[in-house]
């Protein structure tokens, strides 16, 4: 079965989200710090878009989303 570029980048998107998710896990139960180090760098994140679809405060959303998401698996 073929699988085009859409499909592969979205598969490749949901593996490393799932396997960073994890690793921040990981560190923080062992080193306590990383989310909120994690956190204070977000105001250097952004979007490197040169066209209309650049939205720095989107990326910057999505970042701080993943945050409260390990966040929230680390207290279970």
């Known amino acids: 079965m073929a699988t085009d570029t859409a499909t592969q980048t979205r598969q490749r998107e949901i593996a490393?989200?799932?396997l960073l998710f994890k690793l921040m896990e990981y560190v923080e139960?062992?080193?306590a710090g990383l989310l909120d180090f994690m956190e204070q760098s977000?105001?250097?994140?952004?979007?490197?878009?040169?066209?209309?679809?650049?939205?720095?405060?989107a990326v910057c959303q999505i970042a701080q989303s993943m945050i409260a998401g390990a966040r929230k698996q680390d207290m279970g």
């Open 29 to 31: 139960a062992r080193h």
């Open 16 to 18: 490393t989200e799932h």
């Open 42 to 57: 977000l105001d250097h994140l952004g979007d490197p878009a040169t066209d209309e679809t650049k939205n720095d405060e």
